[in-house]
């Protein structure tokens, strides 16, 4: 089994900067794509940044030039720096994996973790 755990959020005036941390547990397990999603209250959710399987990233086009996806594959940590926040930033974000376990790929999130960005 893997779990994902995810830290980092809280409250940040706009303009303002925060650093996300998804860190995967478990054993025997390799990842393939590895990113953050994001959900606002009322709204679906959606793709904020991610790591594809072959390692080229994608971004959604409301974060480019201010978020920055990285990884530590050493301790299958993911990070998403957020600068310049906006008030449309606030929503709760979710990690997610693709995680391969004995030959099989599968979807893992993490809990959520909330951030809230005021004007």
């Known amino acids: 089994q893997v779990q994902l755990v995810e830290s980092g959020g809280g409250l940040v005036q706009a303009g303002g900067s925060l650093r996300l941390s998804c860190t995967a547990s478990g054993s025997s397990f390799s990842i393939n794509g590895i990113g953050w999603y994001r959900q606002a209250p009322g709204k679906q959710r959606e793709l904020v940044a991610r790591f594809r399987s072959g390692g080229s990233i994608d971004y959604a086009d409301s974060v480019k030039g201010r978020f920055t996806i990285s990884r530590d594959n050493a301790k299958n940590t993911v990070y998403l720096q957020m600068n310049s926040l906006k008030p449309e930033d606030t929503a709760v974000y979710y990690c997610?994996?693709?995680?391969?376990?004995?030959?099989?790929?599968?979807?893992?999130w993490g809990q959520g973790t909330q951030v809230t960005v005021s004007s």
């Open positions: 997610n994996a693709f995680i391969v376990l004995a030959g099989l790929e599968y979807s893992y």
